[in-house]
C-alpha cells in the first residue's frame, strides 16, 4: 500500500512545485513591470528587479534567462504546442492551432491574463526587445513544423511543415503586433489562413 502511495505524493509534490515556480515567476514580473513603469526598461537593473522582489539576481536569471525574457511570456508556447498535437485529430491543422491557443489562454486565471498582457504590451513598446520578438517568433515556427509531424493530417513532407508553419507564425505576428492576446482577431485570422489552406 505504501508503495501504491509514493507516485501520488511524489505528483502532488511536483504539482506544489510548479505552482510555486509559477508564483515566483509572476511576483518577479511584477515588480519588474512596475519599474519599467516608472523608471523606464533601460534604467532598470536586474539588481534592482531582484530587491523589488525579494529574490536574487541569479534566481531572475534562472527563470529568465535575460533581462529582456521578463517580458516574454515563454511558459504559454509548451502548453499551447502541447495542446496543439493532443486537439481531436479531426480538426485541420490550422483549427487544431486555434483550438490549441483558446484551450491554453481559456485556463489562464484573471491574474495569469493580466501578467501575459502587460508582458506584451511592454515588449513591443520597448526598442531593445525587438530581437527577442523576433527569435521567439523563429522558435516558435520550429516547434510549430516540429508539432505538424506529430499530428496525423500533418504534412509529411519537411518542407512543407515549415511552410505552413511559417504560414501560422505569420499570422500570429501581424495579428499580434502592438495588440497583446488579440483573441478574437486572432481567432478570425487564423480562419482566413484555415479556409486559404484547405
Known sequence: ???????SAANGGQGLRERKKKLTRMAIRREAFRLFDEQGYANTTVEQIADAAEVSPRTIYRYFGVKEGLL??????????????EA????????????AIATVYDALSPEERADAITGEQLMYATPETRGLLYSAY???ADLIANALSRRPDGPTDELERRVVAGAITGVLMTTSHNTPV???EL???LSALAVRLS
Do not use: C, G, N, W
Open 1 to 7: 500500500m505504501e508503495e501504491q502511495l509514493r507516485p
Open 72 to 85: 516574454a511570456s515563454a511558459d504559454k508556447i509548451s502548453p499551447i504546442i502541447d495542446a496543439f498535437v
Open 88 to 99: 481531436p485529430a479531426e480538426l485541420p491543422y490550422v483549427e487544431a492551432y486555434r483550438h
Open 187 to 189: 481567432d478570425r485570422a
Open 138 to 140: 523563429i522558435t516558435l
Open 182 to 184: 488579440p483573441a478574437a
